[in-house]
């Protein structure tokens, strides 16, 4: 159902395309917008097994989007560094597909979140993640993503040095 990597030499495996989604700080989501264009929206996130966690306010843009289809694909880039001389770039990006789903049961949501909160502020007391959901619960959306399939890729040199390093 999804397409093979053309490049397979470019193709990251599995396990660096895993610790770059749970590394990376932002991605952007994409989704079915208005009247068929896709909609695509930079976001924060975590990562657990198979899943990718997103919070988002109860409506908007995204929340339609989600509704109207749950098919999404999810990207993170974890290096872009550009070099003006040989016009390329040294890349390492993961694409995400799957299917999302909104998070009814307070439970679950809740379990979610905190994911989200210890991600971005490992810090934090306890005390203080609870007060600051519990502040933020009524206006908050939680989003799941079910994993269906990941597609990492790097630039070609990047690729080469790995291969050798592996060696």
């Known amino acids: 159902m999804f397409r093979k990597m053309r490049r397979k030499g470019q193709e990251l495996p599995l396990d660096v395309s895993l610790d770059i989604l749970r590394e990376g ?4 989501l994409a989704l079915q917008g208005d009247e068929g264009y896709p909609y695509a929206v930079p976001i924060s996130y975590a990562l657990d097994g198979d899943r990718i966690y997103f919070h988002s306010a109860k409506e908007g843009h995204k929340v339609d989007a989600v509704i109207r289809s749950p ?4 990207c993170v880039v974890s290096q872009d560094i550009v070099d003006s001389v040989k016009y390329t770039s040294y890349y390492r990006s993961v694409i995400v597909f799957g ?3 909104i998070v009814e049961d307070d439970d679950e949501k809740l379990m979610m979140i905190t994911k989200l909160a210890r991600k971005y502020a490992p810090d934090n007391s306890s ?3 609870r007060e600051y959901i519990q502040n933020e619960w009524a206006p908050l959306l939680v989003l799941e993503m079910a994993i269906e399939h990941i597609s990492g890729k790097e630039n070609r ?3 080469k040095e790995r291969r050798d390093h592996v060696k």
């Open 99 to 101: 299917r999302i789903r």
């Open 127 to 129: 005390e203080y993640e």
């Open 25 to 28: 700080s932002s991605g952007v």
């Open 157 to 159: 040199d990047l690729a």
């Open 71 to 74: 098919k999404a694909s999810f």
